[in-house]
C-alpha cells in the first residue's frame, strides 16, 4: 500500500503545484542493526545505504532515499477542492450511530452506500464499536526552521524525527504512548523532542545559534515554536479493517458500509492506495 502510495504522489509532486506535495532527501537510522534491508529500500527511489562511518554515535545501520513532503493543510485543501469540483458536497454534522448518515445521502439510489473512514471514532461509534480500535498518543512541535530541507527518523531508544512541510516549518517528534487518552501537551515531552532533534539536525536552528551549548541551543529552538501538538493515532489490534458490510435502516432499507480505518501512524503514506481499495468495494455494491 505504501509503495503504490509513494509512486501515485511522487507523479502529482511532479505535476501538481498546488497540491501541496514535494520531493526530498529522506534519511532513516537505526541504533538496532537489523536482520534484513528495510523491506521499502529497494522499491523507493534513490535508495542506498548510508556508510557506517558517517553514522551518529550509537546508530548501527542507516539508510537514505528520495522521499515526499506533505504541507497538510495545503494538501487537505486540494483534496476538498478536487471532491467538490467533481460533485462532492460537505456536510458537517454529528453521528451517533452508522446508519445517521444515511439521512444526508440521496434516497434515490437503489443501494447506499457508507465509507466509514471515522478513525479512532469507529471504537465508539454505535453500528461498528470496534474493540480492537486504541489510541496511540504523538506530541510533536511545529516549528519554524527554513534550513530544515531533509526528513531524519531515528528508531530505537533516542526515537525522534524531523519532517519539513516545505514551507519553512517542520514537524519535529515525537511519542508513541498507546492506549493513552490524554491530549494535554507536556512541558517534559517537548524539551526532549527539541534534544533529540537537535542531535539530528542541527539546521533547526540559524548558523549562528549552531555555535551554543546545548542548553542554549534547546533554548534557541523553544523560541521558534509554532505549536505544540498532540494527536491519537488511530490503531487497530489485527491492523486495518477493510471491508463492506451489508446493514438495513429502521425502515428496512438496504445498506452497505464499507469500512476502512485502523491505519496508525502510517495514514497518508497509505491513503491513496487504500482509497483505491474502497472505490472498488463501492463499485461492487453499487453495480
Known amino acids: 500500500m505504501e509503495i503504490k502510495t509513494y509512486r501515485a504522489m511522487m507523479s502529482i509532486a511532479a505535476n501538481v503545484s498546488e497540491a501541496g506535495i514535494h520531493v526530498a532527501q529522506g534519511i532513516d537510522l537505526f541504533e538496532d542493526l537489523p536482520e534484513e534491508k528495510p523491506w521499502y529500500i529497494s522499491m523507493v ?60 445521502a440521496d434516497s434515490e439510489q437503489n443501494t447506499m452506500v457508507i465509507v466509514n473512514c471515522t478513525g479512532l471514532g469507529s471504537h465508539t461509534l454505535g453500528g461498528v464499536c470496534d474493540q480492537a480500535m486504541y489510541p496511540s498518543r504523538g ?4 516549528v519554524n526552521a527554513p534550513d530544515a530541507k531533509r526528513t531524519i527518523t531515528r528508531l530505537g531508544k533516542q526515537f525522534g524525527y524531523i519532517i519539513p512541510r516545505g514551507n519553512d516549518t517542520v514537524i519535529i517528534g515525537g511519542t508513541t504512548d498507546k492506549h493513552q487518552w490524554k491530549c494535554e501537551p507536556n512541558a517534559l515531552i517537548t524539551d526532549t523532542i527539541i534534544s533529540r532533534a537537535l542531535n539530528l539536525e542541527p539546521s533547526l536552528l540559524p548558523v549562528d545559534a549552531r555555535v551554543l551549548d546545548k542548553d542554549a541551543q534547546v533554548q534557541a529552538l523553544k523560541k521558534n515554536i509554532i505549536s505544540v501538538n498532540v494527536g491519537l493515532r488511530p490503531m487497530r489490534d489485527g491492523g486495518v479493517r477493510l471491508e463492506s458490510e451489508s446493514m438495513r435502516t429502521a425502515e428496512n432499507g438496504k445498506v452497505v ?3 476502512c480505518y485502523g491505519h496508525g501512524g502510517f495514514g497518508y503514506q497509505s491513503s491513496l492506495a487504500y482509497a483505491d481499495k474502497v472505490y472498488n468495494l463501492v463499485n461492487a455494491a453499487v453495480f
Open 139 to 142: 506530541q510533536t512541535l511545529l
Open 45 to 104: 527511489n534513490d535508495g542506498v545505504e548510508l556508510p557506517v562511518e558517517s553514522l551518529p554515535e550509537n546508530v548501527m545501520y542507516g539508510v537514505q532515499y528520495s522521499t515526499l513532503l506533505i504541507d497538510v493543510p495545503k494538501y487537505l485543501n486540494y483534496l476538498s477542492t478536487r471532491f467538490k469540483s467533481l460533485g462532492g458536497t460537505v456536510v458537517k454534522k454529528h453521528i451517533d450511530h452508522i446508519l445517521d448518515a444515511t439521512q444526508y
Open 257 to 259: 458500509v464499507v469500512h
